[in-house]
């Protein structure tokens, strides 16, 4: 009976460690829905269902509309709405000699010399910039749930290894009594069967503890609580050479939303310069008034147009701000370029490496097996003596969990490439 049965944990593992070997060796499709994580739970399902809590989803259909209406607003016939003015005189006050005028009209403002082109320009900067601000975000979540995900199944396939080598000791430490009520082994050997047990036990509570507080910084990404019928898909992500939309055609997306952002800012000093000074207004009024008591009133119509004068400082600090903007971001462009192509050959070497150090970990595990089977016989016989079968015990479930975590290794290096890509999880 495994530990797990023993303490009755909060979760129960239903994927023993060669099962777990098995799916992290072999890559499904799960169609498992992310709206609750109960049931057979995957990296993707984590990833979508942790991404629904994230400001940036919630913010992300205001920012479309507002990048919309921006765009909508460019293509209006005005850069500002108009505005209606309204005045009357007369000479009440001031001797009341029956003078009165009474004036209607409205102000229309004119777009200036290349500033409905900017703006429209940088309205279709902003939508695009909003999608790539989403990626983004996405991308830069996706790489703390990959770094939670594949910790804590490190830390489930060590505590059921546990387990099983505790079941082990306890088997063994059972023989030694036996013999030992027998006289074959001296009292001194069951202590050390004893002794192993204890360790033993203490490292599962250990390799428990650490799987739990794993398992709940997994559960903080998501903000559910672990059911108690919650399995593990540990299907690993396709290699990326297998996935069919290449790199190259989609863009990283981190570099590309810097890349959006300096779009951004040079659209923005754009429209700045054609900005120069504040926008002309075309005012059509009319006028209806008399000059005095018994004259007839007359009507007249006003055409006009107001013409500010420059911006001066107000006008260069802005245009200075959004120039700046460009270049900080331009620099901010090439650091990245830099970390992401280092990210890369990184997470290449290591997923050399991962495939290199799991043949040799298999290749160990089995032989310690095999030779924990020799030994296990022959202690049976009484030509082994227990210290050196207890080696050989600690030996072969060394080598076992060495062999599961390479496996986790793996398939955690195959996801830190793909993250390197710009990929999402799968």
């Known amino acids: 009976m495994s530990l797990y049965k023993k303490r009755s944990a909060p979760i129960r593992i239903a994927l023993s460690v060669m099962t777990l ?142 387990s099983e080598q505790l079941a082990n000791a306890q088997r063994l430490a059972a023989d030694v009594a036996k013999r030992t009520n027998a006289g074959d082994l001296a009292k001194s050997d069951q202590h050390q069967a004893e002794g192993a047990v204890a360790a033993a ?74 900005q120069r000074r504040s926008n002309p207004e075309l005012t059509v009024a009319t006028t209806r008034g008399r000059g005095a008591f018994g004259e007839r009133y007359g009507q007249t119509v006003l055409i006009g147009i107001r013409v500010p004068l420059g911006a001066g400082p107000r006008h260069d600090a802005r245009l200075a701000t959004a120039q700046a903007e460009a270049i900080e971001v331009q620099s901010q462009l090439v650091l990245e370029q830099a970390r992401i192509q280092a990210d890369k050959q990184g997470a290449a070497a290591r997923l050399e490496a991962a495939r290199t150090q799991l043949d040799a970990a298999q290749r160990r595990a089995q032989l310690a097996n095999e030779s924990r089977s020799f030994f296990d016989k022959s202690f049976g016989l009484g030509e082994t003596d227990l210290p050196t079968r207890l080696r050989i015990e600690a030996e072969a479930a060394e080598a076992a969990r060495q062999a599961a975590r390479s496996r986790i290794d793996l398939a955690s290096a195959i996801s830190a490439l793909r993250q390197s890509l710009g990929l999402l999880p799968q």
């Open 201 to 274: 036990q203490a490292h599962a509570a250990q390799a428990q503890a650490a799987s739990a507080a794993a398992l709940a910084q997994v559960m903080a990404l998501t903000g559910r609580t672990a059911q108690a019928d919650l399995t593990v898909n540990a299907a690993v992500e396709p290699a990326p050479d297998s996935t069919p939309h290449t790199v190259a055609a989609v863009g990283h997306p981190l570099l590309a939303e810097l890349e959006d952002r300096i779009t951004m800012a040079e659209r923005t000093a754009q429209l700045i310069s054609a």
């Open 21 to 162: 070997s098995g799916l992290v060796l072999t890559a499904q499709a799960q169609g498992t829905s992310a709206a609750a994580l109960s049931g057979s739970v995957s990296l993707k399902d984590v990833f979508e269902t942790a991404w629904q809590r994230q400001p940036e989803a919630y913010a992300l259909q205001s920012r479309r509309d507002a990048a919309q209406a921006q765009a909508k607003a460019a293509s209006m016939l005005s850069p500002e709405p108009p505005s209606l003015e309204i005045s009357q005189r007369s000479d009440r006050m001031t001797g009341n000699s029956g003078a009165r005028e009474a004036e209607v009209g409205i102000a229309v403002p004119i777009w200036l010399p290349g500033q409905r082109t900017a703006s429209a320009d940088l309205a279709q900067a902003e939508i695009s910039l909003v999608e790539r601000k989403l990626l983004a975000s996405q991308l830069r979540l996706a790489s703390s749930v990959r770094d939670a995900w594949w910790g804590w199944l490190r830390a489930r396939v060590d505590a059921e290894l546990a």
